[in-house]
T-cell receptor, first 114, second 113 residues
Framework: AQSVTQLGSHVSVSEGALVLLRCNYS??????LFWYVQYPNQGLQLLLK??????LVKGINGFEAEFKKSETSFHLTKPSAHMSDAAEYFC????????????FGKGTTLSVSS | SQTIHQWPATLVQPVGSPLSLECTVE??????LYWYRQAAGRGLQLLFY??????ISSEVPQNLSASRPQDRQFILSSKKLLLSDSGFYLC????????????FGAGSRLTVL
């Protein structure tokens, strides 16, 4: 079965600093990988997705992630943090098989200080 | 365009009372539908998913049940709520094809007292 592990439940950065949120996956077959963001008391919004095309994926709000098969990683980065990036971020994995559900990591809360 | 509606947005219920959370999707047909629960510090837990009417898979044994009476309607229920049922419940839909990107509803916050 597939799974994801997000390293670090809380990450704090200063405004303008690099954002790095870590995600490692486990899957017996090539996976599809996703990053979602959740603002307080809201649903989840898709940031970006990896579907076996380019390994460097660009998403909304200046975020990007790189799929590294050798490291089984899909870390999320943003060169310069903004106050509005403060939220909870979830990494998720699924397979290209009918009926396969999306499995989420436990989430990482990003705090941005001025 | 497709939209997903989830209600009620917030709910406070006593222990032992019943529960019904409803989710509907517009603008698509035969979607895959999902119920997730988010408890503090525990991420998102998949509760149920459905690939068609009356086709529902349960991921974890619990005090909850799900039904799909119509193609684009997904209902989460309980006959008797427990304190541990408190949490943020999220409904989502996906096409079930390709990358199966999920689109989420705004969520329902349940507090059981």
């Amino acid at each position: 079965a597939q799974s994801v592990t997000q390293l670090g439940s809380h990450v704090s950065v200063s405004e303008g600093a690099l954002v790095l949120l870590r995600c490692n996956y486990s899957s017996s077959v090539p996976p599809y990988l996703f990053w979602y963001v959740q603002y307080p008391n809201q649903g989840l919004q898709l940031l970006l997705k990896y579907t076996s095309a380019a390994t460097l994926v660009k998403g909304i709000n200046g975020f990007e992630a790189e799929f590294k098969k050798s490291e089984t990683s899909f870390h999320l980065t943003k060169p310069s943090a903004h106050m509005s990036d403060a939220a909870e971020y979830f990494c998720a994995v699924t397979l290209n098989q009918a009926g396969t559900a999306l499995i989420f990591g436990k989430g990482t809360t990003l705090s941005v200080s001025s | 365009s497709q939209t997903i509606h989830q209600w009620p947005a917030t709910l406070v219920q006593p222990v032992g009372s019943p529960l019904s959370l409803e989710c509907t999707v517009e603008g698509t047909s035969n979607p895959n539908l999902y119920w997730y629960r988010q408890a503090a510090g525990r991420g998102l837990q998949l509760l149920f998913y459905s690939i068609g009417i009356d086709q529902i898979s349960s991921e974890v044994p619990q005090n909850l049940s799900a039904s799909r009476p119509q193609d684009r309607q997904f209902i989460l229920s309980s006959k008797k709520l427990l304190l541990s049922d408190s949490g943020f419940y999220l409904c989502a839909w996906g096409s079930g094809r390709g990358a199966n990107v999920l689109t989420f509803g705004a969520g329902s916050r349940l507090t059981v007292l």
